[in-house]
């Protein structure tokens, strides 16, 4: 009976001496979080008879601002250090699309302008849109409040059909990169 109590000991010796390591704390003030967030900034779908007033006449551009909070948040506003805009788009009408995308700050004046985004008419399966805002040489988009979408029709020389079925279908997001110390 001794030899096994013996051999228990001796192996829960083995087992507890050689499994112990010191652990080093300190490595978490070096450690450094990069959660990423990505939202919906908009979703719209039009047709043609959307481009008309009251009036029958065409009108060749549309015009959307909506809020940006993001940055109301003061985690946001002091760890982000690039934004992604992403966008996907399908245009089922007869003439390009010119689409321009701003942040806006709260006077409505734009603090950051997005490269145009042109879709060719007839393009119902275009590349996706991505750009990419480093905020350290930015800062000023931090003070982005609303976020301004405006559409224009290519002028073609002749006006749509109003009872045209087509449609030109746009949805964007962003996507934050933040870094932050625990």
Request: hydrophobic share 45%; charged share 25%; proline share 4%.
């Amino acid at each position: 009976m001794k030899i096994p109590k013996l051999i228990y000991f001796l192996l829960s010796f083995f087992i507890f001496t050689s499994c112990a390591e010191s652990l080093d704390f300190d490595q978490l003030e070096d450690y450094l979080a990069k959660p990423v967030f990505t939202a919906s900034l908009t979703y719209f779908n039009v047709q043609p008879f959307q481009f008309f007033d009251e009036n029958g006449v065409q009108q060749n551009s549309r015009e959307d601002i909506t809020d940006f909070i993001v940055f109301e948040n003061s985690f946001f506003r002091e760890n982000v250090v690039k934004i992604v805009f992403n966008a996907e788009f399908k245009n089922e009408f007869d003439r390009a699309v010119r689409i321009e995308v701003d942040f806006l700050n709260e006077n409505n004046i734009a603090i950051y302008s997005f490269a145009p985004i042109i879709v060719e008419g007839g393009d119902t399966i275009p590349p996706p849109y991505e750009e990419e805002i480093i905020i350290a040489s930015s800062l000023n988009v931090l003070s982005a409040t609303k976020v301004r979408f405006r559409a224009f029709l290519e002028d073609t020389g002749t006006q749509m059909n109003p009872l045209d079925t087509s449609e030109f279908e746009f949805r964007s997001s962003v996507t934050l990169f933040v870094e932050t110390d625990l």
